[in-house]
């Protein structure tokens, strides 16, 4: 349901690291999250460490070859023989192999964050955090179909960038919310969402 293919390995890492933790039962330990939520503040400082680096890198080397598509066009437009297609891999992959690696970095410890976060301030039994989890999957599947479409729209708009983010957020988010609790009322639906 994405609408950008290139997340497909993105999805693909989170769901493997989900089964992993469901696996590992490390969700029903409650000894492990009430320990996890004590390193909150390491958590915030390495992904911090992260964030920054991977922005550094990602500004500073933008016109070097950070966001080099030189491999795609090179098999968008025919492709050629093995060696070339080698010799093209081999000059633009390095600086994007270093940038992917950075943003991977970056979000699993952003993922860290969030786990340490919300298990030491989030964790109560509150009916709005309850519907949010019962969703949370759903809203995860739904929402760039909501959000790419919609920040198009916005790109010719004159608008602040923090009000066309509001917007863009509030409605993916809520949009996908609520496309979730309608399709979980559906009998096909019900078990996967």
């Given at each position: 349901?994405?609408v950008?293919g290139?997340r497909?390995?993105e999805?693909i890492?989170y769901?493997s690291?989900?089964?992993?933790?469901a696996?590992?039962?490390?969700?029903?330990r409650p000894e492990?999250?009430?320990?996890?939520g004590?390193?909150?503040?390491k958590a915030?400082?390495?992904?911090l460490?992260?964030?920054?680096?991977y922005?550094s890198f990602?500004?500073?080397?933008f016109?070097?070859?950070?966001?080099?598509y030189?491999?795609?066009r090179?098999?968008?437009?025919?492709g050629?023989?093995?060696d070339?297609?080698?010799e093209v891999?081999?000059e633009?992959?390095?600086?994007v192999?270093c940038?992917?690696t950075?943003?991977?970095?970056?979000m699993t410890?952003l993922s860290?964050?969030?786990?340490?976060?919300?298990?030491?301030f989030?964790s109560?039994?509150?009916?709005?955090?309850?519907?949010l989890a019962?969703?949370?999957?759903?809203?995860?599947v739904?929402?760039?179909?909501?959000?790419?479409p919609?920040?198009?729209v916005?790109t010719s708009?004159?608008a602040?960038?923090?009000?066309?983010f509001?917007?863009?957020f509030?409605?993916s988010?809520g949009?996908?919310?609520?496309l979730?609790?309608i399709?979980?009322k559906?009998?096909g639906?019900r078990?996967?969402?």
């Amino acid at each position: 349901l994405s609408v950008r293919g290139e997340r497909l390995v993105e999805k693909i890492f989170y769901f493997s690291i989900g089964i992993g933790f469901a696996q590992a039962h490390f969700f029903s330990r409650p000894e492990f999250l009430q320990k996890l939520g004590t390193h909150w503040k390491k958590a915030f400082m390495l992904a911090l460490l992260a964030g920054v680096l991977y922005i550094s890198f990602a500004i500073n080397y933008f016109y070097d070859g950070a966001y080099n598509y030189e491999f795609l066009r090179f098999r968008l437009h025919g492709g050629g023989s093995f060696d070339q297609a080698l010799e093209v891999l081999k000059e633009s992959a390095p600086m994007v192999l270093c940038r992917t690696t950075l943003l991977a970095f970056f979000m699993t410890s952003l993922s860290v964050f969030y786990l340490c976060l919300f298990n030491r301030f989030l964790s109560t039994p509150h009916p709005f955090w309850r519907k949010l989890a019962a969703a949370s999957f759903g809203i995860y599947v739904f929402h760039e179909t909501i959000q790419v479409p919609l920040s198009y729209v916005f790109t010719s708009e004159d608008a602040s960038e923090f009000v066309k983010f509001a917007c863009v957020f509030l409605a993916s988010w809520g949009g996908a919310w609520a496309l979730t609790l309608i399709l979980k009322k559906l009998p096909g639906f019900r078990k996967v969402l």
